[in-house]
Structure formats: C-alpha cells, structure tokens
Nanobody
C-alpha cells in the first residue's frame, strides 16, 4: 500500500514560482509518479509524469517549459517546480503513483493506482 501526501499549495501572484511536494510512504521506488490538477467545474487533467529513475518525463502542453517534475528516492518525495505561473494554473493539485510506470508514467487518470488528497493552489492576476 502506498500513501501520498501533497504539500506546498497556497496563494501566489501571476509570474511567481512555487514548488509542490509529494511525500510517499510505502514502496514507490520503481513506480511511475504523476501530477494532475482539477479546477472547479472541470475534469481532472494530466500535468506531468516521471518514471522510476527520473530519466523519462512527460508534460501537458499547457505547462511544458514552465513546470518541471523531479523525484528524490532518498526522501521518497516527488516534486513539481512551477515557474511563470498564470491564473489558469489555479486548481487542486494531486500526486499519484502508477504501478505500471516503471519505464514511463501515464498521462491517464485511470492508469494511476494511488492518489494523494490534493493541495489547493491559487494564482492571482
């Protein structure tokens, strides 16, 4: 069993940077990890994913070049570094673990097996 806890959300201004963290308990060493977000009234959408060793990452078009996903096995933590933030980045951000994501994490919500509770993040204009 894997438990995930996100942190780092809050209120920032457009153009600011922020890093979200996802602390894991349980065995996540060889799992793919992903970040998703859900804005009010919208479906949960893919943001970024990373494979077991960080060698393969994928990003949604809307965040490519601004967001960076990384992981630290020693701390069992996955990060989402976010730069040049925009109001449309406002959402609840979720961390998730993919049991089949050893080589490459998925962009599909349905492929993830464990989820965190989410952290709210708001960008003001």
């Amino acid at each position: 069993q894997v438990q995930l806890v996100e942190s780092g959300g809050g209120l920032v201004q457009a153009g600011d940077s922020l890093t979200l963290s996802c602390a894991a308990s349980g065995e996540t060493f060889d799992l793919g990890m992903g970040w998703f977000r859900q804005a009010p009234g919208k479906e949960r959408e893919f943001v970024a994913t990373i494979n077991w060793n960080g060698g393969t990452t994928h990003y949604a078009q809307s965040v490519r070049g601004r967001f960076t996903i990384s992981r630290d096995h020693a701390k069992d933590t996955t990060y989402l570094q976010m730069n040049s933030l925009m109001p449309e980045d406002t959402a609840v951000y979720y961390c998730a673990a993919d049991l089949e994501g050893y080589y490459s994490g998925s962009s599909l919500v349905s492929e993830y097996d464990f989820w965190g509770q989410g952290t709210q993040f708001t960008v003001s204009s």
